[in-house]
């Protein structure tokens, strides 16, 4: 399909296209790149907000615990 584009312009108008079509490869390239990132990024943030929510539920069970105990005696 490309080729028969190209073959149907003019050297100039195939150079023009050819720059925008290497411009847009480049901009999905870099996006691509940020969104992979961006993903990492989150990844990273969810394992902590695990961690903390974990860490957040054995403290409470722990404080729970103690208050029956405190309640009991």
Known sequence: MLEFLLLSL?????????NTVDSACVLLTD????????LDERRNVAKLLRSFILSQ????RHAERRLMVSMCV
Do not use: F, G, V
């Open 10 to 18: 003019d050297k100039d108008s195939a150079r023009k296209l050819s």
């Open 31 to 38: 996006y691509n790149k940020r969104l992979t990132s961006e």
């Open 57 to 60: 539920t054995e403290q409470l």
